[in-house]
């Protein structure tokens, strides 16, 4: 099994900068992909981006070119560089792995919280 612990969010003015953090444990071999999601209440989950173990990367269009994910294999950990942050972008950020034997894992969440 993967155990995630995410880090990093909190209140932020729109067009500032903060950094998601990802802390994987468990069985980290055969993690095949990362991936950031986010929700707000009464929505569905949705997905913001993902990195793959090659390094492939895709974005939902709204955060393209303002997010960056990025993950450090030595550390076990992802990243989600969030810049340009919009009111609209204030959501639960979740992080997920999809490992090739256990499936999908889930944190428990950050908040992140965007002020006009």
């Known amino acids: 099994q993967v155990q995630l612990v995410e880090s990093g969010g909190g209140l932020v003015q729109a067009g500032g900068s903060l950094r998601l953090s990802c802390i994987a444990s468990?069985?980290?071999?055969?993690?095949?992909?990362w991936g950031w999601y986010r929700q707000t209440p009464g929505k569905q989950r949705e997905l913001v981006a993902r990195?793959?173990?090659?390094?492939?990367?895709n974005y939902a269009d709204s955060v393209k070119g303002r997010f960056t994910i990025s993950r450090d294999a030595a550390k076990n950990t992802a990243y989600l560089q969030m810049n340009s942050l919009k009111p609209e972008d204030t959501a639960a950020y979740y992080c997920n792995t999809l490992h090739r034997s256990f499936g999908s894992s889930w944190g428990q969440g950050t908040q992140v919280t965007v002020s006009s």
């Open positions: 990195i793959t173990s090659a390094g492939s990367t």
């Open positions: 468990g069985s980290i071999f055969g993690i095949n992909a």
